[in-house]
């Protein structure tokens, strides 16, 4: 059973506007949430994280928000840009557990 | 600059053959991990190890079974491939300690069975 979703397969935005990816999981063990970008033919790189202690954290264009009475998590990509053209991965892991589990992946395309 | 890297980036293979897919990692890391990723499907971990010689099953072990006997080194195996295991396969490791950093992946074997 999918413990982490990401319910939007693909996702198209103008360049320069806003990026919002979405990610749900089940587990409420999971303390830890990391995102991943993946390039055609490339390894996932990591973006950014957050913990559960906190329910935003920003690196740059990226930001990502946490709302644990929900069990969902978002990327913000702002402005977004052509090079953001990716397959973006959620994944969590529980401070009890050594593995992380990923999600599904969303496709972002961003339109000159 | 840390790698982990993946011997093959592409590989086709006849339906039966015995497939070999090896992973090197040069950060020293204890704990690495296959996935393979699929359209729709996402990741997911077919086996991981922890150490020299451990190994653990992940959620879709069926079909592979893999070595370690270096702790550089992790290679899954494909006892007799099927056209159902034509995936790309991922290969990550990450330290025991600050693990809550992640996975660091390779580049990927996209594996084509025919």
């Known amino acids: 059973d999918q413990q982490v979703k990401q319910n939007s397969p693909s996702l198209s935005v103008q360049e320069g506007r806003i990026s919002i990816l979405n990610c749900d999981y089940t587990?409420?063990?999971?303390?830890?949430f990391l995102w991943y970008k993946k390039y055609p033919a490339e390894g996932p790189t990591f973006l950014i994280s957050?913990?559960?202690?906190?329910d935003k954290n920003e690196d740059g264009r990226f930001t990502v928000f946490l709302n644990k009475s929900a069990k969902h998590l978002s990327l913000h990509i702002v402005p977004s840009q052509p090079g953001d053209s990716a397959v973006y991965f959620c994944a969590a892991s529980a401070n009890t557990g050594n593995q992380f589990y990923f999600g599904t992946g969303t496709s972002l395309t961003v339109i000159p | 600059d840390v790698k982990v890297t993946q011997s093959s980036r592409y590989l086709v293979k006849r339906t039966g053959e015995k497939v070999f897919l090896e992973c090197v990692q040069d950060?020293?890391?204890?704990?690495m991990f296959w996935y393979r990723q699929d359209p729709g499907l996402g990741l997911r971990l077919i086996y991981f190890s922890y150490d020299v010689k451990m190994k653990e099953k992940g959620d879709i072990p069926e079909g592979y079974s893999v070595s370690r006997e270096k702790k550089e080194r992790f290679s899954l195996i494909l006892e007799s491939a099927s056209t159902n295991q034509t995936s790309m396969y991922l290969c990550?490791?990450?330290?025991?300690?600050?693990?809550?950093?992640?996975?660091?992946f390779g580049s990927g074997t996209r594996l084509t069975v025919v």
């Open positions: 990550a490791s990450r330290p025991t300690e600050y693990f809550r950093y992640g996975y660091t």
């Open positions: 950060m020293d890391h204890e704990n």
């Open positions: 587990n409420s063990m999971f303390d830890y």
């Open positions: 957050i913990s559960s202690i906190k």
